[in-house]
């Protein structure tokens, strides 16, 4: 390969590093970049975590209080049956007929559940209603015939005193419950934002690694090329030092025979100049 096909090689091989360096730059600035928003989204995410964990911990801390009084108020049930129990008895020794009071109130509770927790349709939940009054209507009636009594007054003002209280504790209850609620709504939309970043942080991650991968191919292809750049020039600078060293031995040829020549003038006793006996002296004739 001639010299200047060598330099014309060198050129563009020097060309192609300039153009892998400022690839590989840019692909390590832009990893650099999609590593810092990586970072960011997990450290955002580590921070929502942090904060769905304290609303969750408040969330169960108003449950567990629900939970409580919802105890308290199955243990008022209780207290009320077990009374219910004791007024039927009464009412079995006073009222000879009729269904036991706390039958008719188990049966008002069980449909106000299913009026409250049903799909019905319309005429279905107008006849449920109709049956929850005509089942209040004869409870009441029953009982304000047999209140007459002084032992069944005070059962059913007890009761009475205990049905307030469960309706005091269900209040405190239902706002605990809605409390909890509203804890547990907001946490769901705090793990709904870690679930957002977390996607966002993955995808800058594989952003990161593809392009740390591209850099690090540039960065091979830079060392290659620099290899290959070194021995070019020695190739290059060899070939230069031949092509000097034959310029040189041409010229030293050529004032061999320009002394010869002039040697034989001065042997022939022609005229000869300063300077030809100064290239005499160079060629070592005289």
């Known amino acids: 390969m001639t010299l200047d096909k060598l330099e ?78 004791e007024l039927d008895k009464l009412r079995k020794s006073i009222d000879k007929g009729g269904r036991p009071l706390g039958e008719i109130e188990k049966e008002i509770r069980r449909l106000e559940f299913k009026q409250q927790t049903s799909v019905l349709t319309i005429e279905k939940e107008r006849i449920l209603v109709e049956r929850i009054a005509r089942l209040r209507r004869e409870l009441e009636e029953r009982k304000q015939q047999l209140e007459k009594h002084e032992e069944f007054k005070k059962l059913i003002a007890r009761i009475r005193e205990l049905k307030a209280k469960v309706r005091e504790i269900h209040q405190e209850m239902m706002k605990f419950v809605e409390e909890a609620d509203k804890y547990h709504e907001e946490m769901v939309k705090v793990f709904d934002e870690v679930d957002q970043k977390r996607k966002l942080a993955d995808e800058m991650h594989e952003k990161f690694l593809e392009s740390k991968r591209e850099a690090d191919r540039c960065h091979a292809e830079i060392l290659r090329i620099r290899r290959d750049l070194r021995d070019l020039d020695k190739v290059i600078k060899a070939l230069k030092a031949r092509m000097a060293k034959s310029k040189e031995e041409r010229e030293k040829e050529e004032l061999i025979r320009k002394a010869k020549e002039i040697y034989e003038m001065f042997k022939r006793g022609e005229k000869i100049e300063t300077e030809d006996l100064l290239l005499l002296q160079r060629a070592g004739l005289i």
């Open 8 to 85: 014309e090689r060198k050129e563009q091989l020097e060309k192609e590093l300039q153009e892998y360096i400022e690839k590989r730059d840019q692909l390590n600035k832009a990893a650099k970049e999609f590593k810092s928003k990586r970072d960011q989204l997990n450290q955002e995410v580590k921070e929502l975590i942090a904060k769905a964990k304290e609303l969750k911990a408040k969330r169960d801390e108003f449950n567990a209080k629900a939970r409580e009084l919802k105890n308290q108020k199955n243990g008022l049930y209780k207290e009320i049956d077990a009374l219910y129990k």
